[in-house]
């Protein structure tokens, strides 16, 4: 489309935030962007421009005054055709209601820059859709050296590409919202990769191995990028020891208020020569816990009592056999990914130039891992990290963190967030994130169970299809310019089709998502291909399974196996 095109004409009552106008047939579509030429009033008395006012089409009315309802009834109650009667099929006519974005200069060769329209458009005024060129200046800006990130194009409009700033989302945060299926992943993968395109670092908690594909898929990413994934290692210091408390009171069974005191001493009377492993740090306060148990003279000195001191250990023995199970699980997900080049986590205290690089994405692969445990991870890591930028001693360079499954690291407070280590870190990201270079990309299914506070602070949104109405009126809620007729299109959306909305953008708009097939994994699963896997699952697959336990049991005695093999016939698969 290289002209203005007409489509159709101004009726009715007009106000500056809204108007109708009769579509020329087959002319316009919910979503369009529209134009209408209209002479408003100056800030000089008297004086008058003439500007041009833009809109989306937001609804769209069709109806026929000369086939009456009543017509029709009597129709569907007989076997007459209506081309036998002198009904007319031919006089629909079309009322589309657009919201008003603001103006611009009249001037097109100028800056379309957007104001707000203080002056109602003219009935009887004609409106147009415009050609390519001048709708991408008007959604880019004539800011050529600003960094953007393509994310697709309009609905309707596919000449018409929709980018993002990419200031504002790795400075002022943006959340993505969808329900399942509606293409969430699709959307970050594309953000994610044109964010690398541009250098900038990226750190990922990626809970079900979602983001994996980029590391198989990095030659597609801009040359030199590097994609490192890492596998939980919880390690321990003096910094992050209420942490490590917090996780093994909730993982452990509730103490009472005189096991409290020994539990405290043993987590906290311990000398940090360096950082240890959680487990490896445990174990020791096992082992001291167990010296207390059958010493009954450091008992005494310390005012404990015996009948009070196995529960603790009992208590961190349990912790103990949980963790390393979540690190069983995880190492067994990671066996079968054998092709991928998965490292320890490394300290975030000590070397977080390894976590956060120009040209790296940093993925933490959390799956094997409970709610809480990836809570906790998530909490280290982040916390740790966002205080190396608030220092301002420049170790590491700002990055933009990407949440997956948002509604597990920083639930409401009725999903108990007394319980989610992570929700008080990324509230502070959120808040002072700005100032130190610190970005989030907030990515959930269920926006109804998100924290209210974290999801406010978001600037911009990409919200795709979402059915469920306590999700639809919770997104109202965080988003003051989402209309009513938008909340209510957002249920009919298709997959990769939402609506961008915030600072990132001139005004919201409908947006098809970009689908890049060079970033889909061809190793993981997905549920498009979950009939297929089974098709090609064999008898060598179940004997490979096979294989792998008899050579995890080979140097156990015979008893041991028997209970390993029993354990492994009860265990649900992960």
């Not at 991408?136 to 929709?162: F, P, S, Y």
């Not at 001493?265 to 148990?293: M, T």
């Amino acid at each position: 489309m290289s002209k203005w095109t007409r489509v159709g004409l101004i009726v009715g009552s007009t106000s500056v935030t809204s108007f109708k106008f009769v579509i020329t047939e087959l002319a316009a579509k919910v979503g369009d962007i529209v134009a209408t030429e209209v002479t408003v009033p100056t800030t000089i008395e008297g004086n008058t421009q003439t500007v041009y006012v833009w809109g989306r089409v937001t609804g769209i009315e069709r109806f026929n005054p000369f086939f009456p309802s009543e017509a029709a009834t009597e129709l569907v109650k007989s076997t007459v055709d209506i081309a036998d009667t002198p009904l007319s099929t031919l006089r629909d006519h079309l009322v589309g209601e657009v919201l008003i974005l603001g103006r611009t200069a009249a001037d097109i060769s100028d800056t379309l820059e957007i104001s707000p329209l203080t002056y109602p458009v003219k009935p009887s005024g004609y409106v147009y859709s415009p050609p390519q060129n001048v709708l991408h200046r008007l959604l880019v800006g004539n800011n050529t050296d600003e960094k953007r990130l393509a994310l697709g194009n309009l609905i309707g409009r596919n000449d018409v590409e929709v980018s993002l700033s990419a200031t504002q989302v790795v400075a002022r945060h943006m959340a993505i919202l969808a329900m399942t299926g509606g293409g969430k992943t699709v959307a970050s993968r594309q953000i994610i990769s044109e964010t690398a395109q541009h250098g900038y670092p990226v750190v990922i908690m990626d809970p079900h191995g979602d983001y994996l594909g980029l590391w198989e898929k990095q030659k597609e990413l801009l040359k030199g990028t590097k994609v490192r994934l890492f596998y939980p290692s919880i390690w321990v210091s003096e910094e992050n020891i209420d942490t490590i408390a917090s996780l093994v009171e909730k993982m452990g069974t509730k103490l009472t208020d005189a096991q409290m005191p020994i539990h405290h001493k043993a987590l906290y009377d311990n000398e940090f020569l360096s950082a240890e492993s959680a487990i490896d740090f445990l174990e020791r306060v096992s082992a001291k816990l167990d010296n207390w148990g059958k010493d009954e003279e450091k008992r005494k000195d310390a005012g404990f009592s015996e009948r009070s001191v196995w529960p603790v250990r009992r208590n961190i023995r349990n912790v103990i056999t949980k963790l390393k199970r979540m690190e069983e699980n995880n190492a067994r997900l990671r066996e079968l990914l054998n092709d991928y080049d998965f490292e320890p986590m490394p300290d975030p205290i000590t070397s977080p130039e390894k976590i956060v690089a120009p040209n790296q994405i940093s993925i933490f692969y959390l799956s094997g891992f409970d709610h809480l445990a990836q809570s906790t991870i998530a909490s280290i890591v982040l916390e740790n990290l966002f205080e190396h930028r608030a220092s301002l001693q420049n170790t590491i360079p700002p990055y933009l963190a990407v949440i997956e499954e948002a509604h597990n690291f920083i639930p409401s407070r009725n999903e108990g967030t007394s319980e989610t280590p992570s929700l008080p870190t990324i509230r502070r990201m959120i808040t002072e994130g700005r100032k130190f270079g610190t970005g989030l990309l907030i990515i959930s299914q269920r926006p109804s169970r998100l924290d209210e506070t974290t999801l406010a602070m978001c600037n911009t949104f990409l919200v795709l299809r979402l059915v469920n109405p306590k999700d639809k009126s919770f997104v109202r809620s965080v988003m003051e310019n989402l209309s009513e007729s938008d909340a209510n299109i957002l249920q009919s959306f298709g997959r990769g089709q939402g609506l961008i909305s915030g600072q990132a953008v001139k005004f919201p708009m409908l947006v098809q998502v970009n689908f890049n097939p060079e970033l889909i994994s061809d190793k993981i699963g997905n549920e498009d291909n979950f009939f297929s896997q089974v098709e090609n699952f064999s008898l060598s697959t179940k004997q490979s399974v096979k294989q792998k336990n008899d050579e995890r049991t080979k140097d156990l005695p015979d008893t041991k196996k028997t209970k390993h093999r029993r354990k492994m016939s009860q265990r649900s698969p992960l």
